[in-house]
C-alpha cells in the first residue's frame, strides 16, 4: 500500500519579549483528536506539498502563507504496522512569514508555545525527537516506527536531510535565524519590519495560494 503523502507547516515568531514560538494547535477531530499537533494535512492530486502546507495553514487557522515563504524543513516518514492506513509521508515546513491573526477552526484550536516549553506530555510519542531539532534549525530526515498500541514510538532512524532538497526558500539562511548564521543589526532590524507589514494585510499571493478546497487531517 502506498503512503499518503501529507504536510506540517510550523509557524516561528518572536514574541514581544524577544522569547522563540511556534504555532501549533489542540486537535478537534480526526486522526490525534486531542492532542497538539502541527498545522497540516494531505497533498491534493495536482498539489506540491508546498501549495498543500499553504492551504492547510489557511483552512486550519485562517492564517495567510504564500508558498514561496515557505522552507523545507524535514522528511518524515510515520509508520503503523498494526494500522498500515495511517502510514504516511510527511513533508515538514518552516514559516516565519504570513498576515492575519490565527483562529478557531472546526477542527484546530491554534497555540502559541514557547520552543522552551513545548507541550510533549500532549502530543505524540516522536515529536520529543524531532521537533526541538527542527524548530532550532536542522534539517532532518526522519523514520518512525509505532509499537502495536499505535502510541508508542518502536523504531526511529534520524538523518540530515540533503541541502539539496530543503533549498525551497530562495532566501539567506541568515534571514531565518537559524543557528550559525549572524545576521547585522539592521538586517534584524529590516527583518522584523517586513515581517511586522506583512502581517498586517494580506497579499496576491495568499489569494492565489489559498484557493477554496477540503481539509482533510494529516496526522501531525
Known amino acids: 500500500m502506498p503512503l499518503t503523502s501529507t504536510c506540517l507547516c510550523l509557524l516561528i515568531r518572536e514574541a514581544g519579549d524577544g522569547t522563540r514560538e511556534v504555532l501549533l494547535g489542540h486537535k478537534k477531530t480526526g486522526l490525534g483528536v486531542n492532542k497538539i499537533v502541527g498545522l497540516g494535512g494531505h497533498v491534493e492530486p495536482g498539489e506540491s506539498a508546498a501549495e498543500a502546507a499553504a492551504r492547510e495553514v489557511k483552512e486550519e487557522s485562517g492564517l495567510c502563507v504564500a508558498r514561496a515563504a515557505l522552507t523545507e524543513a524535514a522528511d518524515i516518514t ?16 518552516t514559516c516565519e512569514d504570513w498576515s492575519g491573526e490565527a483562529a478557531e477552526t472546526e477542527e484546530i484550536r491554534p497555540l502559541w508555545f514557547p520552543v522552551s516549553a513545548l507541550p510533549f506530555d500532549r502530543m505524540w510519542d516522536d515529536a520529543p525527537r524531532w521537533l526541538p531539532r527542527v524548530l532550532a534549525g536542522e534539517r532532518l530526515r526522519a523514520t518512525f516506527s509505532y509499537a502495536a498500541d499505535n502510541e508508542t514510538v518502536a523504531a526511529e532512524s534520524l538523518t540530515p536531510l540533503r541541502l539539496a532538497r530543503a533549498a525551497v526558500l530562495r532566501r539567506p ?30 497579499g496576491p499571493a495568499c489569494a492565489m495560494d489559498t484557493a477554496a478546497s477540503g481539509s482533510r487531517s494529516a496526522r501531525a
Request: proline share 11%; aromatic share 10%; hydrophobic share 35%.
Open 173 to 202: 539562511p541568515e534571514a531565518h535565524g537559524f543557528p550559525g548564521s549572524q545576521p547585522r543589526a539592521d538586517q534584524l532590524s529590516q527583518s522584523a519590519a517586513t515581517r511586522s507589514a506583512s502581517r498586517s494585510s494580506s
Open 78 to 93: 510515520f509508520l503503523f504496522p498494526a494500522h498500515p492506513s495511517w502510514d504516511m509521508d510527511v513533508a515538514v515546513f
